[in-house]
């Protein structure tokens, strides 16, 4: 089995997604950002499984995260040979006249910049030993502009393109790159209160919000698949036909 790294891995997707992987076999690096005890407790969970787990800290807004990150994770764990790119950060629906530079700069950093440092980082040596799995998540809002602003969309929709790139250069040395794009699933990132979150159910084919173990099983599905490469995959229920 191979050495997973997953970022904003303390809550909703990220934690189901090393949950899913360490069933799998694999050892799990929890990445987080402030959610310190909830990682730890995870990394410990997984550990008492008989598995290997071990959470770091990261403010992916830092450029000089990236890198320390997986320095940390592969002292503990060796290399990396998985990486999905979970962390993620949005602020409240704005119309393009009401985002702020610095709005704009920490989304980017975070949803764009630090996902492409990470896999700078590691794919090298992925594609050296002949094998490698990123996961890049995205967004609904990629597609369709999505409900909380131009800065949030475009730092997903960037996620695409860089897959598109990356897929390209890595993946005649056994290594996939994949867009995994979730919407609608019951999480604290989902906007709104309960009968928001009701209308929105209601509104989905299927009749109900995603769960954040049918995304990780999905990416665990990515992760088997050496054939699987390039591809943005939307995971909505059902919403938005591609």
């Known amino acids: 089995m191979a050495t997973a790294l997953v970022t904003g891995a ?3 997707i990220g934690r189901a ?10 050892d799990v690096a929890l990445g987080y950002a402030a959610s310190a005890d909830a990682a730890g ?3 410990a969970e997984l550990r008492a499984l008989g598995g290997r787990a071990v959470a770091v800290g990261a403010d992916l807004a830092d450029p000089a995260a990236a890198d320390a990150l997986v320095d940390a994770v592969e002292a503990q764990l060796g290399p990396v040979e ?6 993620g950060v949005n602020t409240p629906g704005r119309r393009v006249e009401e985002i702020s530079l610095e709005e704009w700069d920490r989304l980017h950093a975070v949803n764009l910049r630090a996902p492409f440092l990470l896999a700078r980082r590691v794919l090298p040596g992925m594609a050296r030993r002949g094998f490698g799995r990123i996961v890049l998540l995205s967004s609904v809002a990629a597609y369709t502009g999505g409900i909380i602003g131009a800065h949030y969309a475009s730092s997903k929709a960037g996620l695409h ?3 598109h790139s990356l897929s390209q250069q890595a993946s005649g040395d056994g290594v996939t790159v994949n867009v995994v794009a979730p919407a609608l699933i019951e999480s604290d990132m989902l906007p709104g209160g309960p009968d928001t979150r009701a209308a929105l159910a209601e509104s989905l084919p299927v009749g109900r919000l995603g769960r954040p173990e049918e995304v990780a099983d999905l990416i ?3 992760v088997r698949n050496g054939f699987l490469t390039n591809q943005s995959i939307l995971l909505d229920g059902g919403r938005h036909p591609t």
């Not at 997604?17 to 694999?26: K, T």
């Open 10 to 12: 303390s809550r909703g």
């Open 17 to 26: 997604v090393a949950r899913r992987l360490a069933d799998d076999g694999h």
């Open 41 to 43: 407790e995870l990394a």
């Open 82 to 87: 998985i990486l999905v790119a979970n962390a």
């Open 161 to 163: 393109g860089l897959a």
């Open 220 to 222: 665990a599905a990515v």
